[in-house]
């Protein structure tokens, strides 16, 4: 098995699938495109064999993190991924289980979707593209009430991410921490960032203080950023969706001295405080 597709960090559990079946999903998946035939054909494998969920969730999970992999491609995979949940309430054996491990993986997935909205070889409007079908499934995700409200806004948070979000010492001070991190508790931070959906990988360690540090601003980003959509949710007026909306929040939590990416004072439409 393997030596093509990414593999997961998903254990596999249930029933394993036989090397045939294996290699056929591993096709289905690197085939796959936006067609709703070519999705409804591996939804058709996956719930044929649900039981062996762990399998199949690995199998796709890898497909979601190859780097390489065309935009279209992701968003295909991550169409499959809305269809499993969707039908994660089927009367089929192990199919509750989809919604259990993908729940586990989804954060290292937006993540890696976050490396890939913001590779700066991304043209403009694939980029946008990309954002607007994200966030579009997101608010689906959130109508069907299949997760918790703020661990789909942390999968969201993660996904808007700009590289230099996490490089101002303003997110820990919103914590109430200062210095280095060292007096931080890491194993507390990753049972926050479980529940918010905030990626950390355990096994590649920087050091204690310095990864306690970096997710706990990651855990304050998306508190930040749960606020601002909430707010903007509730607002009857058109209100900045996406990066715009985390570019305004973060401005403000930066001061009115900060400037937006495209220069104007606070981050607000027309130089606006």
């Known amino acids: 098995r393997g030596g093509g597709l990414a593999s997961g960090s998903v254990q596999g ?41 762990g399998d199949v ?8 993190l190859v780097k390489e992999t065309p935009v279209n491609v ?18 089929v054996r192990g199919a509750t289980m989809y919604r259990t491990k993908l729940e586990e993986c989804l954060p290292k997935v937006f993540d890696h979707l976050n490396a890939t909205l913001r590779n700066p070889n991304l043209g403009r409007m694939t ?38 979000d996490l490089e101002s010492d303003h997110l820990a001070i919103l914590k109430g921490v200062t210095g280095d991190g060292s007096s931080l508790d890491l194993e507390d931070l990753r049972r926050q960032a479980r529940r918010c959906g905030v990626y950390f990988d355990a096994k590649a360690s920087k050091g204690e203080s ?3 540090l970096k997710l706990l ?13 909430v707010m903007a949710d ?28 495209a220069g104007l004072p606070g981050g607000l439409p027309g130089g606006g405080a």
């Open 13 to 53: 559990q249930g029933r394993p699938l036989s090397d045939g079946a294996y290699d056929e999903f591993e096709g289905l998946l690197r085939t796959i495109t936006l067609g709703r035939k070519k999705i409804q054909e591996c939804m058709g494998f996956a719930l044929d064999y649900a039981d062996c969920f």
């Open 57 to 64: 969730v690995e199998l796709l999970e890898g497909s979601l």
């Open 74 to 91: 992701k968003l295909a995979r991550l169409y499959l991924v809305s269809d499993l949940l969707h039908n994660s309430s089927a009367p």
């Open 127 to 164: 980029a946008g593209n990309l954002e607007d079908k994200v966030l579009d499934l997101l608010d689906v995700w959130c109508g069907w009430s299949i997760y918790p409200a703020n661990f789909l806004h942390g999968l969201e948070a993660s996904f808007l991410r700009r590289n230099a």
């Open 210 to 212: 310095e990864d306690a």
């Open 217 to 229: 601003k990651k855990i304050a980003l998306v508190e930040v950023y749960e606020r601002a959509k």
């Open 234 to 261: 509730s607002s009857q007026t058109d209100a900045p969706r996406g990066t715009a909306l985390l570019a305004q929040c973060m401005a403000s939590l930066l001061g009115p001295t900060a400037t937006s990416p």
